[in-house]
């Protein structure tokens, strides 16, 4: 059973900067991504990386301001996330799954996510 577990989140001004960690176990599966959920809308991905390939995806709405890393020997993936927005607010979730390649943004029902850490970016 793969577990993930978040922190870093908080509140922020807008213009502001947030870097979120993921820590998993025992291991990923083809990747790490990190998805997002806001009150009464759907989970959507954010941004996403391969764990053979190292290739890197984003949603278009972050590109340029959130990048994704990880650190093989600590297990852990991170977002740091620049230039947030009062839309960038929801509950951030870490997640791994079965990726095909250029497919690990999708919100699939198979995939394991962890508890999520509040992200509130105000105006």
């Known amino acids: 059973q793969v577990q993930l577990v978040e922190s870093g989140g908080g509140s922020v001004q807008a213009g502001g900067s947030l870097r979120l960690s993921c820590m998993f176990s025992p291991s990923e599966l083809k990747g790490m991504g990190w998805f997002r959920q806001a009150p009464g809308k759907e989970r959507e991905g954010v941004g996403c990386?391969?764990?053979?390939?190292?290739?890197?995806y984003y949603a278009d709405s972050v590109k340029g301001r959130f990048t994704i890393t990880r650190d093989n020997s600590k297990n852990t993936v991170y977002l740091q996330m620049n230039s947030l927005k009062p839309e960038d607010t929801a509950m951030y979730y870490c997640a791994t799954g079965w990726w095909s390649a250029g497919q690990c943004l999708i919100n699939y029902q198979n995939n394991y996510y962890g508890q999520g850490t509040q992200v509130t970016v105000s105006s």
């Open positions: 990386i391969y764990s053979g390939s190292g290739n890197t």
